[in-house]
């Protein structure tokens, strides 16, 4: 009977004790944990003739302003896919995505005619580096900071 009772109590303390913090799911692929981290950060250079201007955001799909108005002609982006950012300007632009020749290469749009960029979104739909971007032979996603090499997200430089 000694045994029971404390045994019975222990057993009510803990039915009745609250629950702790739900466990965190274990993401299935790469793009699960992507969402599960804060937002990368998208580095940008901006070029403008003999000068440039540096700039980091949120990959959060928020505009967030460049505060600069200098004429922009190249735009630099050393870690993070160009294509999945959106440039405001003041009129009509064309952009054209090329490589850079540095080793490893560097994303970076031709800006034309130049001109000020009033500001910039980039979206959190990508891949993080050194995770899958292809798993079973299925394309999971874009890498966010490079290219996918087989089946992983390779950086394009270290930054």
Same mark, same amino acid.
């Given at each position: 009977? =000694?045994?029971?009772?404390?045994? %019975?109590?222990?057993?009510?303390?803990? #039915?009745?004790?609250?629950?702790?913090?739900?466990?965190?799911?274990?993401?299935?692929? %790469?793009?699960?944990?992507?969402?599960? =981290?804060?937002?990368?950060?998208?580095?940008?250079?901006? +070029? %403008?003739?003999?000068?440039?201007?540096?700039?980091?955001?949120?990959?959060?799909?928020?505009? +967030?302003?460049?505060?600069?108005?200098? $004429?922009?002609?190249?735009?630099?982006?050393?870690?993070?896919?160009? &294509?999945? *950012?959106?440039?405001?300007t +003041?009129?009509?632009?064309?952009? #054209?995505?090329?490589?850079?020749?540095?080793?490893?290469?560097? $994303?970076?749009?031709?800006?034309?005619?130049?001109q000020?960029?009033?500001? #910039?979104?980039? /979206?959190?739909?990508?891949?993080?580096?050194?995770?899958?971007?292809?798993?079973? $032979?299925?394309?999971?996603? %874009?890498?966010? $900071?490079?290219?996918?090499?087989?089946?992983? *997200? =390779?950086? &394009? /430089?270290n930054?």
């Open positions: 009977m =000694k045994l029971i009772l404390p045994l %019975a109590a222990l057993l009510g303390l803990a #039915v009745s004790y609250p629950a702790g913090e739900p466990e965190e799911t274990v993401p299935e692929t %790469a793009a699960d944990a992507n969402c599960l =981290k804060p937002p990368q950060m998208a580095h940008i250079i901006f +070029h %403008a003739a003999p000068v440039q201007y540096d700039l980091t955001i949120p990959a959060d799909g928020q505009m +967030h302003p460049t505060n600069n108005g200098l $004429n922009v002609n190249l735009i630099d982006m050393p870690d993070f896919n160009i &294509w999945q *950012c959106d440039f405001v +003041h009129q009509p632009v064309t952009m #054209v995505q090329q490589l850079t020749y540095n080793n490893p290469p560097v $994303n970076q749009y031709a800006v034309g005619p130049p000020p960029i009033d500001g #910039v979104t980039c /979206r959190p739909t990508c891949i993080p580096t050194y995770s899958y971007c292809y798993r079973n $032979n299925t394309y999971i996603g %874009a890498c966010c $900071n490079g290219y996918c090499a087989g089946d992983t *997200c =390779k950086p &394009w /430089r930054f």
